[in-house]
C-alpha cells in the first residue's frame, strides 16, 4: 500500500490550499482516511478523518474553514483549505486505517505566511 500526498506549498493568509492523497495497493472502500499535521516542536495532531462509516471529524481548529472529501473512483481523498492562518503551517500527512494495517502518507509542507 502507498499514500501519495500533493497540494501542498504558500499561501497567504486567508488564501486556500487543496490538498491530495492518492491510495494504490489497497481497496479503497471501507477504510478510514484522514489528514494529520505537524507543526515544528509539535506533535502531530488530527486535523480531520472520514471513518468508514463516512462519520466526518474536524479539530476544532479547523471547523468551518477545512473540508475533507473523498473520490472513491480515483482512490483519492481531499483536503480544501479555505481562509489559512499562520497557525496552519505545518507538514500534513495523510493517513490511511485498514483492516491489515495502518499506513502514511510522505507528507506535504503547508506554509501560511504573508
Known amino acids: 500500500v502507498q499514500l501519495q500526498a500533493s497540494g501542498g506549498g504558500l499561501a497567504q493568509p486567508g488564501e486556500s490550499l487543496r490538498l491530495s492523497c492518492a491510495a494504490s495497493?489497497?481497496?479503497?472502500?471501507?477504510?478510514?482516511k484522514g489528514w494529520y499535521r505537524q507543526a515544528p516542536g509539535m506533535q502531530r495532531e488530527l486535523v480531520a478523518v472520514i471513518a468508514s462509516g463516512g462519520t466526518i471529524t474536524y479539530a476544532d481548529s479547523v471547523k468551518g474553514r477545512f473540508t475533507i472529501s473523498r473520490d472513491g473512483a480515483k482512490n483519492t481523498w481531499y483536503l480544501q483549505m479555505n481562509n489559512l492562518k499562520p497557525e496552519d503551517t505545518a507538514v500534513y500527512y495523510c493517513?490511511?486505517?485498514?483492516?491489515?494495517?495502518?499506513?502514511w502518507g510522505q507528507g506535504t509542507l503547508v506554509t501560511v505566511s504573508s
Open positions: 493517513k490511511m486505517v485498514t483492516t491489515v494495517g495502518v499506513y
Open positions: 495497493g489497497t481497496t479503497f472502500s471501507d477504510n478510514a
